[in-house]
């Protein structure tokens, strides 16, 4: 019963960046019906799996969702679509408008079955301008937002991928509010309407809110970037016997960390460390001597005299070191579950918290199709009419369909 209960989302997303969004949707207690294409969705396909179709990034994208397969190239399809946006809240799609509208699913025709309804879309590019029609992936939007050229700034000239998708993680958080936000209004108006999140624009205010620097003036006073975080010396320190990560950055910081060390008297001593002015002015060289310091000591010291001194310090963790972070095993953020038809699987907690309305994951990730007859005869179809759009394709179920998904 988390704090949205009651709210029903009816998710035309595949891949990452939608599915991630609509999974903290239904994480929060919306009842979320992902509509599935005869083929999948393809992210069911990536990385190692106990079963075809229900991979990793599939099972960590897609929980607390009902699955329903429709071919909504067919007429019987997309009449099934309408009628089950009839009372939802929002539908929430991930591809092209143009392609929406080639379905009949334009948000013309939504809002003439449901005028309450948000239709919600997040894809590449705003739709006024010239890149409206393109594909978009999260490559090529993290090229158009410059994060490889932030890398290649700090990297000898070698431009680099974040090695994570993170647009689409990224446009999947804003778009969990842009949602929320519209439903809030609806419910003041009483009247839904249509929402944008374009990748391109959410991506270029995301990086350059750091990184407009003198151009936010006009005329400008720099040439833009944020000095600190594109020093080439940012990264973790170097220990005895590993890396660190470690933000020394408040002049009580700064003081606190050369009493440890036994230099009290450096910020006196040396003018480039006197100051927070000082450091940002002065930083390759500043975390060039931090970097001399760091190897003096191993990893372990480290973290307990930085800890002593309340500097703000952190292991560099690998993907197996971050399982067994203490404080995360404290919170309980990474469980073992019983998953119904893949067996025993590592889940990540919900990471927001509610002291009155708590959120749960409310169903493991489901099988293709696992919920269609379920959520079509929820909507008002009589068996006879579920079986007819079984027998024509335009329906389909999972291989088990007595398997329940409850956690």
Not at 12 to 17: A, D, I
Not at 196 to 210: N, Y
Request: aromatic share 8%.
């Amino acid at each position: 019963m988390g704090p949205l209960n009651g709210i029903r989302i009816i998710d035309m997303t595949s891949v990452l960046m939608g599915p991630y969004a609509t999974q903290m949707l239904g994480d929060f207690g919306a009842d979320v019906i992902k509509i599935e294409a005869p083929d999948g969705d393809l992210v069911r396909k990536i990385g190692p799996a106990r079963r075809e179709g229900m991979g990793p990034i599939f099972l960590n994208s897609n929980r607390s969702k009902r699955s329903v397969t429709l071919d909504l190239k067919q007429p019987e399809g997309r009449a099934a679509l309408l009628k089950l946006c009839a009372d939802a809240d929002a539908l929430v799609y991930n591809v092209r408008p143009k392609a929406m509208a080639r379905l009949g699913l334009s948000y013309e025709e939504l809002s003439a079955v449901n005028p309450r309804i948000v239709y919600a879309g997040l894809f590449g590019y705003g739709q006024d301008g010239p890149y409206a029609g393109r594909p978009a992936y999260d490559d090529l939007i993290q090229g158009g937002a410059l994060l490889p050229y932030l890398f290649s700034r700090v990297n000898d000239g070698e431009p680099r991928y974040v090695p994570s998708a993170i647009a689409d993680r990224i446009v999947g958080l804003l778009a969990v509010g842009a949602i929320l936000a519209a439903i809030v209004e609806r419910d003041r108006s009483g009247v839904g309407q249509r929402v944008d999140i374009p990748m391109f624009e959410t991506m270029v205010s995301f990086v350059m809110s750091d990184h407009m620097g003198g151009l936010t003036f006009d005329p400008p006073l720099d040439q833009g970037g944020y000095r600190r975080q594109l020093s080439p010396e940012r990264r973790p320190y170097k220990t005895r016997d590993g890396y660190i990560c470690a933000l020394i950055y408040t002049d009580g910081h700064w003081q606190r960390f050369f009493e440890a060390i036994g230099r009290p008297d450096m910020p006196a001593a040396d003018p480039r460390f006197a100051s927070f002015v000082a450091r940002m002015a002065h930083i390759d060289e500043v975390y060039g001597e931090l970097s001399a310091i760091f190897l003096t000591r191993t990893s372990s010291e480290w973290l307990e005299l930085l800890e002593a001194a309340d500097v703000p310090a952190m292991p560099m963790y690998d993907f197996q070191g971050i399982l067994r972070d203490p404080h995360l095993q404290a919170t309980d953020f990474f469980r073992i579950v019983e998953h119904p038809s893949e067996g025993s699987i590592r889940t990540m907690a919900i990471p927001a918290s509610f002291s009155r309305s708590e959120a749960e994951p409310s169903r493991h990730a489901p099988l293709q199709g696992e919920h269609s007859e379920e959520v079509l005869r929820e909507a008002g179809f009589s068996a006879e009419e579920v079986d007819a759009l079984l027998a024509r394709g335009v329906a389909r179920r999972a291989e088990q369909t007595e398997i329940k998904t409850k956690i």
